[in-house]
Structures are given as structure tokens and as C-alpha cells.
């Protein structure tokens, strides 16, 4: 059962989903996030976080329990979304979620001029490649000139990058999950 590492809501217990898509991310990698932002956190260089597929929430809630002014939640299955609503009531976070497709999503937070320092990409990986391919150019849309890009992805599952759009800072593996960073090229 995922739980809040750290923050405000520390030590909360989170619902989850019983989907065969949906998979929580382990708290070993979730502290491996946090841990290389918490620095930006404190500094108030890190103020909007977008959690992408969002499953039951954990990822945007350890976020804003974190100190992360601004988190928006993105998920369209409607078991999860309500998860997430009770996970929401559970911290007693304020966090904004969006139960569209991550397309309508991006569009709308594109539409209203939003921007984001963080944004968290975890699709169910057997669909990894075919929704980045998708949605990249809506996510560098989206994205902050100084953000990242963190995709979770399985080891065996790498999404192909454009490379005039983005540069790797990080891949790195973690158990069978896999995190991946990038940041925009030539900002």
C-alpha cells in the first residue's frame, strides 16, 4: 500500500486500484524523485507539478505534501479517479484533478496558459510508447523553460526521444522500474 514518505501528510496510507494497468510506483523510486528535487522544493525554484496518468494520486500528493505549490492530477479511468478523490479527502491536500484524457488535459492547461516546472509522465508502459509519441509535443507545450520531464517507464519499454527537442539528464534504473529526465534542449 503506497504511502505519503514525507511532508505534511506524512505517513498516510493511500488507496489503490485493483486495475491491471495500474501499477503504484515503489516508494524506492518515489524517494529517488523526491530526494533529487527536494533542493528545488525548499528553494521555491519547483512551485507547479503536472502527475500525468496519476493511478491513485501518490506521485502529485507526495508533491504538494512536500511543499510543491501547485500540483495538478491527470487521470481518465473512472475507478482510479475516484481513488484519487478519496486519497485527495485522505491528506487533506489541495491539489487540482483533471478526470479528462491526458490529451483533453494538455490542451486545456495549454489553453489557459498553465506552465510547469515538473511534469511526471507514467502511462501503463504497454501503451508507453504509442501515448509519448502522442503527446510529446503537447507536454514540451506545457513545460516550463527550465523544467523536467520524469517518465517511468520498465526497463524493456524506452520511449523513443526526439532528439531536437529534449536532452537526457538522467536515465537510471530502479528495480524493474526505470526513471528517465529530460529537460528541453537549448534553454
Given at each position: 500500500?503506497?504511502?505519503?514518505?514525507?511532508?505534511?501528510?506524512?505517513?498516510?496510507?493511500?488507496?489503490?486500484?485493483?486495475?491491471?494497468?495500474?501499477?503504484?510506483?515503489?516508494?524506492?523510486?518515489?524517494?529517488?524523485?523526491?530526494?533529487?528535487?527536494?533542493?528545488?522544493?525548499?528553494?521555491?525554484?519547483?512551485?507547479?507539478?503536472?502527475?500525468?496518468?496519476?493511478?491513485?494520486?501518490?506521485?502529485?500528493?507526495?508533491?504538494?505534501?512536500?511543499?510543491?505549490?501547485?500540483?495538478?492530477?491527470?487521470?481518465?479511468?473512472?475507478?482510479?479517479?475516484?481513488?484519487?478523490?478519496?486519497n485527495?479527502?485522505?491528506?487533506?491536500?489541495?491539489?487540482?484533478?483533471?478526470?479528462?484524457?491526458?490529451?483533453?488535459?494538455?490542451?486545456?492547461?495549454?489553453?489557459?496558459?498553465?506552465?510547469?516546472?515538473?511534469?511526471?509522465?507514467?502511462?501503463?508502459?504497454?501503451?508507453?510508447?504509442?501515448?509519448?509519441?502522442e503527446?510529446?509535443?503537447?507536454?514540451?507545450?506545457?513545460l516550463?523553460?527550465?523544467?523536467?520531464?520524469?517518465?517511468?517507464?520498465?526497463?524493456?519499454?524506452?520511449?523513443?526521444?526526439?532528439?531536437?527537442?529534449?536532452?537526457?539528464?538522467?536515465?537510471?534504473?530502479?528495480?524493474?522500474?526505470?526513471?528517465?529526465?529530460?529537460?528541453?534542449?537549448?534553454?
Open positions: 500500500m503506497p504511502r505519503i514518505i514525507t511532508g505534511t501528510a506524512r505517513g498516510i496510507h493511500l488507496e489503490t486500484n485493483q486495475h491491471e494497468l495500474m501499477r503504484p510506483t515503489t516508494d524506492r523510486l518515489k524517494e529517488a524523485v523526491f530526494s533529487s528535487l527536494q533542493g528545488k522544493i525548499e528553494s521555491g525554484k519547483l512551485n507547479s507539478f503536472l502527475d500525468l496518468f496519476s493511478g491513485c494520486g501518490q506521485i502529485g500528493l507526495e508533491a504538494k505534501s512536500r511543499g510543491v505549490e501547485n500540483v495538478v492530477l491527470v487521470e481518465q479511468n473512472r475507478q482510479a479517479v475516484n481513488t484519487i478523490k478519496k485527495i479527502s485522505k491528506t487533506g491536500l489541495n491539489v487540482r484533478l483533471l478526470p479528462y484524457s491526458t490529451k483533453r488535459a494538455l490542451r486545456k492547461l495549454s489553453n489557459e496558459d498553465q506552465q510547469f516546472d515538473i511534469i511526471y509522465f507514467d502511462p501503463p508502459w504497454q501503451e508507453l510508447i504509442e501515448l509519448w509519441w503527446e510529446e509535443f503537447n507536454i514540451y507545450d506545457v516550463h523553460g527550465n523544467g523536467l520531464v520524469m517518465i517511468e517507464h520498465a526497463k524493456k519499454i524506452v520511449p523513443a526521444i526526439n532528439p531536437q527537442l529534449w536532452s537526457v539528464v538522467k536515465h537510471k534504473n530502479y528495480g524493474q522500474n526505470t526513471l528517465l529526465v529530460l529537460e528541453q534542449k537549448g534553454v
